[in-house]
């Protein structure tokens, strides 16, 4: 009888990958507050908004996104992903009618987009409660408010909310940015350096 050997291996496999949080925050903070900026009327629109929007904003999340996926989580993969294609489509918003391939968005067709937007934002933002998080609570927060008061200044054509939406947003962007060199401070320094 020929004799059965059992072969047991374990192997152990660390997981190597950065933190993909403090990228994606970076998209979000420095896209957030230039274009927060225009809004409160420091300058236009411009081809300056547009490459943050695709290249920072859009890029930076997505690759989060990817990252976060990779990682196993299911919030940070899709809250990136998706709000990297976000900016991606606002780009689209901006230079499609430019570029005379499609008539430009109406208010109203930019008010329900922005709604919407709204409206997964206060879902994602309901996740976050047990996340436990504050600074990202405080983000989504924010950026729901951000979203619901664009969607009232196109819906009614109020300027003077466009201001307040542009503070929200100046709020809410740099709030981004603290969370994400917060994160890179603390794993630099091994300890908590900025609370998040």
């Given at each position: ?9 374990d ?10 949080t ?5 998209g979000?903070g ?8 225009s809004?409160i009327g420091?300058?236009?629109v ?7 929007a ?9 690759f989060a996104?990817?990252m ?37 968005p ?17 879902i994602m933002?309901?996740a ?14 924010t950026?729901?408010?951000l ?14 909310l ?12 740099l709030?981004?940015l ?10 630099a320094?091994?300890?908590t350096?900025?609370?998040?």
């Amino acid at each position: 009888m020929a004799e059965t050997r059992e072969i047991v291996t374990d192997v152990h496999v660390m997981d190597r990958t950065a933190n993909p949080t403090p990228l994606g925050f970076t998209g979000l903070g420095l896209s957030a507050v230039l274009l927060s900026l225009s809004y409160i009327g420091l300058y236009p629109v411009d081809s300056m908004i547009v490459s943050m929007a695709i290249f920072l904003g859009g890029f930076a999340q997505v690759f989060a996104g990817l990252m976060a996926w990779k990682k196993g989580s299911v919030f940070g993969g899709t809250a990136f992903c998706a709000f990297g294609l976000f900016w991606f489509s606002l780009a689209g918003l901006i230079l499609l009618p430019t570029a005379g391939l499609i008539e430009a968005p109406n208010p109203i067709s930019t008010a329900a987009y922005l709604f919407l937007w709204g409206v997964y934002t206060f879902i994602m933002l309901i996740a976050t409660l047990k996340l436990g998080t504050k600074s990202i609570m405080f983000i989504f927060l924010t950026l729901f408010l951000l979203f619901i008061l664009l969607a009232v200044v196109n819906a009614t054509g109020n300027t003077g909310l466009l201001v307040v939406a542009g503070y929200v947003g100046l709020i809410m962007g740099l709030s981004a940015l603290y969370t994400a060199l917060a994160i890179v401070l603390n794993d630099a320094f091994g300890r908590t350096v900025a609370p998040i």
